[in-house]
């Protein structure tokens, strides 16, 4: 059995059972080989623009005897599928508007989807924001705890809905429903990074008046109720 950490453990659980998928930027192919070997899926693509990614990908496959089913290769977002190749796609470790931007290069490769398992480092609130845009919901979310960090996973599947409101791009309204252990330490988070962004504006009586002011404060009001739920 392959060993995951927490962060991808979360992100293994939110694949379909029994369906093909693909790893983008899947750097070691542990996720790939874990899912392929022990989790139901019957094969698998990963994907890197990165040579040495790619490189350390092979051999994961390679030492898990999973040649056959798993594809390794190296490219740029989802240009190293064909339609209809991957019924679910993970992306994980990224900024959330390279995720957004990886979404929306290859439409015809995306329509075929059926599952998108994404784990933004940053930017979340906007890639929300694109999949709803898009055509796309939050179908569930989690929260993982890994090497000190707390990680956020969307699972999102096809189908417009209507656009949350502003706290919940930034804290999935699943996670609230679920009442995830992590939520209240995710919260505090937030509501801290957005008081330290606040303090260093109200320095300037300009900053002090502007409308970006104005929306960071209202976001901690907003996140603090959110705390109370």
Known sequence: ???????????AAFVPPGTSFADIGGDHAYLAAALVRDGGAPRGVVGDLSAGACAAARRTVQAHVLADRIAVRQGDGLSVLVPGEAEAVVIAGMGGALIAQI??????????????????????????????????????????????????????EPGRAEMPADVFLHVGENLIEKRDPLLAAFIAEKIA?????????????????????????????????????
């Open 193 to 229: 990074k957005l008081r330290r962004a606040a303090e260093g504006m109200a320095q300037s009586k300009e900053a002090r008046t502007s409308r970006a002011y104005r929306a960071v404060t209202e976001r901690i009001a907003a996140l603090e109720e959110l705390l109370k739920i």
């Open 1 to 11: 059995m392959i060993q995951l950490d927490a962060r991808l453990a979360a992100i």
């Open 103 to 156: 979404l929306g290069r290859n439409p015809d490769v995306l329509a075929h989807v059926k599952a998108l398992v994404l784990q933004p480092m940053n930017g979340a609130a906007r890639l929300r924001a694109w999949l709803y845009e898009n055509g796309w919901h939050a179908a569930d979310e989690a929260l993982a705890r890994a090497g000190g960090r707390i990680y956020e996973i969307i699972r999102a």
